[in-house]
């Protein structure tokens, strides 16, 4: 779906000792954005220019998630959003790859569109100019670094012969919900697979660093806001330890304030009995709104910081709390190789 500054469509947990050792360390590597005072919450934006960033994202659900509210945000913020999305449900950098080389061959072939779209990505890029033009990895490999070969490269070079005047930037994703399937202790973990939450965050924000540095391209990190809001004591999410998944009957759920991932619900059948499925992978509502703030503060060069938008069900102590958060992560790459050099150019007061 294509727009105009509306944003896109769309058992037990390991052991905690890792994340509170993680989260000290990237506390360090963001001590110097404690010296940036925020405005008070709901003050206003300041007068100045408004800014329109033309922005084309390449991924799948991961990069719909984390643009839905993004629209509201930038208009809140006073600027103004081009938004389109080339996206795969599921969607890896080689799927792009093989996507794009087949519509080269055969214009005709619908396998070389997008489904929620019906165009290729080459129509896409001559839709510009684009400022920005983001890719990823699918959220399932984005720890091995070897799956991001040879094909960020290739679809990279894709991008940048097809919109010379675009700057590539990498958008970090997250890791899974501390309590996913994909942690269960119960189960023999492939080798070489994250064996909990803190192992997956390590490894994709490793890798995805790897690759940002092997293309020349900054880092939109997503997945570092969500590891702090996680991590953070008071207001990252804990699972439920009352709650009894084996003897759950709809429509009870368990507590799941906090959660960045839409978690455990109920799934109704085909004939009519419900059962409990588990999504902790995607993004809920709270994790799209602190996904949309990194991308603004990354793309605009701007605080979100008291930003006056914030979504049904999510308070203004909460809001408050992710805008500071998605702040702390893009402040961390501020002087660094990663660092998203924004186009606009504002004066460092309009960004407060």
């Known amino acids: 779906m294509n727009h105009r500054v509306e944003a896109g469509v769309r058992g037990p947990g390991p052991s905690w000792r890792g994340r509170s050792a993680v989260a000290l360390m990237l506390g360090v590597w963001i001590a110097s954005a404690a010296a940036t005072a925020p405005p008070a919450w709901g003050q206003a934006v300041p007068d100045r220019e408004a800014a329109t960033v ?27 959003l081009v938004h389109h999305s080339a996206a795969i449900p599921g969607g890896t950098l080689a799927q792009h790859c093989e996507k794009q080389a087949i519509h080269a061959e055969n214009p005709e072939d619908p396998r070389g569109l997008y489904d929620r779209t019906g165009r290729s990505l080459a129509q896409e890029l001559r839709d510009g100019p684009w400022d920005f033009i983001t890719v990823q990895q699918a959220s399932i490999r984005s720890h091995d670094v070897s799956t991001y070969r040879p094909f960020a490269e290739r679809l990279v070079g894709i991008l940048r012969r097809g919109a010379p005047g675009a700057r590539v930037v990498v958008h970090e994703t997250w890791a899974y919900r501390i309590d996913d399937p994909r942690f269960d202790p119960a189960v023999q973990s492939a080798p070489g697979q994250p064996t909990d939450q803190e192992a997956m965050y390590g490894g994709l924000a490793g890798a995805y660093r790897t690759i940002a540095r092997e293309l020349e391209a900054p880092l939109i990190p997503v997945g570092d806001a969500f590891h702090l809001a996680d991590a953070d004591p008071a207001w990252g999410y804990k699972p439920d330890p009352a709650f009894d998944l084996a003897g759950a009957a709809y429509p009870v759920l368990p507590n799941q304030k906090h959660s960045l991932h839409v978690g455990r619900k109920w799934s109704k059948d085909e004939d009519g009995t419900y059962r409990m499925v588990m999504d902790g992978h995607h993004a809920n509502v709270a994790g799209q709104y602190l996904g949309a703030l990194v991308f603004y503060e990354s793309l605009y060069g701007r605080s979100a910081v008291g930003c006056r938008f914030r979504p049904n069900g999510i308070n203004a102590e909460y809001a408050r709390f992710l805008q500071e958060t998605a702040h702390k992560a893009v402040e961390a790459l501020k002087g660094t190789e990663f660092e998203v050099k924004s186009k606009i150019a504002a004066p460092a007061s309009a960004s407060r």
Do not use: E, K, P
Request: aromatic share 8%; no cysteine.
């Open 54 to 80: 033309r922005l084309l994202t390449v991924g799948n659900s991961f990069s719909r998630d984390a643009t839905r509210f993004l629209g509201d945000v930038v208009a809140a913020q006073g600027d103004a």
